[in-house]
């Protein structure tokens, strides 16, 4: 049952007793109080601790504008279905857990349904130009944040993507909808989120608050938001390469890197390292919840790289010119399954590091 309030304009769910508590203890990740994969070691690695993830984030992707919503069609039906993609993301999700998987990245405005696009006309974003929410994509998120709670998982929810961020009206729209959002979640008492307020901030941002001199700003403001003593997990992250900046670090509960362009794995190692020498950094979790390089079956690649730094690692896979549909999770339409050779490459290398998952036990 869904409760409005209308002085707010939030929507407010009756509490109910959540089942997945994501939290940190230094460098760690700990979920129900326990460090992920506890006691945990692969090829003399530490594995307890870690997050590792997959960019997930077109979960809930929609398209107003009339112009292209034509391209998303699925191949059988020759139609595209906002439902019909969330239901088969929360479909595979029990899958993805099973191999290992405890979180995805999910974000409000998306990312590129084409993988890499230069001008983004399409329109998909779970704000309004003022800054309020569609209840349609909220909605969405719900059915896959319950899904994610009842199995144990950790949902990155992005709040903006370069792109569409342009389609808030201004500052004070941005603003509001940081609010809008961090208000939903914390009235819907998930406790299985961390928020990153935008995808790359140094990246083709409209709004001077989303770039990368005051993104801090909103950091600050998801942190002083609170509910029954309980507040947000926030970060923000940075294009391919790039090491955060003093300012996010600062603020920041954990750290997201992306390993774009980093084509040497050895690289990813000296991110880390760089991230731990930046003024401000105290002990903190390391993530890359973006890296679009595989070769999963050598001895030598970007999620080795990043594991051995000791450092959380996630998968971006999108589908490439003239590929099938079975391939990309961030291309639209997605089949959410683990259908080509690329994905298996990913969660059988998963499942080798961290020897696997079963879905989250009703005891506690």
């Known amino acids: 049952m869904v409760i409005n309030f209308p002085s707010s304009g939030v929507q407010a769910q009756k509490l109910i007793k959540r089942k997945t508590t994501v939290s940190i203890a230094g460098e760690q990740f700990y979920i129900n109080g326990q460090p992920t994969f506890k006691g945990r070691t692969w090829n003399g690695h530490t594995i307890e601790g870690l997050l590792p993830n997959s960019r997930m984030v077109q979960g809930i992707f929609e398209d107003y504008n009339p112009a292209t919503r034509a391209k998303w069609a699925y191949p059988d039906t020759k139609k595209w279905s906002a439902d019909r993609n969330t239901d088969e993301f929360i479909a595979a999700m029990p899958v993805w857990k099973q191999h290992g998987l405890l ?51 950790v949902a990155i929810v992005g709040y903006f993507y370069f792109g569409q961020d342009e389609r808030l009206t201004d500052e004070a729209s941005v603003i509001r909808a940081v609010d809008n959002a961090t208000d939903w979640l914390l009235d819907g008492g998930y406790r299985n989120v961390l928020v990153e307020i935008n995808n790359e901030c140094n990246v083709r941002y409209d709004h001077d608050i989303l770039k990368p001199e005051r993104v801090h700003e909103l950091i600050r403001r998801v942190k002083a938001k609170t509910k029954n003593g309980r507040r947000l997990l926030v970060s923000t992250s940075y294009g391919g390469g790039t090491i955060p ?66 450092a959380s690692w ?49 005891k506690r």
Do not use: C
């Open 314 to 362: 996630g998968y971006f896979d999108y589908r490439m010119k003239d590929e099938g549909f079975d391939e990309g999770y961030q291309s639209v339409p997605v089949n959410w399954q683990i259908s080509s050779a690329r994905k298996k490459g990913f969660f059988d290398k998963l499942k080798e590091i961290t020897g696997g998952l079963p879905q989250l036990s009703e």
């Open 245 to 310: 900046k003093e300012n996010v670090v600062r603020e920041s509960d954990f750290l997201l890197l992306h390993g774009n362009g980093v084509k040497e794995p050895e690289k990813i190692v000296g991110m880390v390292k760089q991230t731990r020498q930046v003024a401000g950094y105290r002990p903190m979790p390391i993530v890359f919840n973006e890296d679009d390089h595989f070769d999963f079956d050598k001895p030598a690649n970007n999620f080795l790289a990043a594991t051995s730094a000791y």
């Open 103 to 153: 979180a995805f990245t999910i974000n409000l405005q998306g990312g590129s349904p084409e993988g890499y696009s230069k001008d983004q006309p399409w329109e998909n974003s779970a704000f309004n130009p003022n800054g309020s929410w569609r209840p349609d994509y909220m909605n969405r998120l719900k059915r896959i944040l319950d899904k994610a709670d009842e199995l144990g998982m």
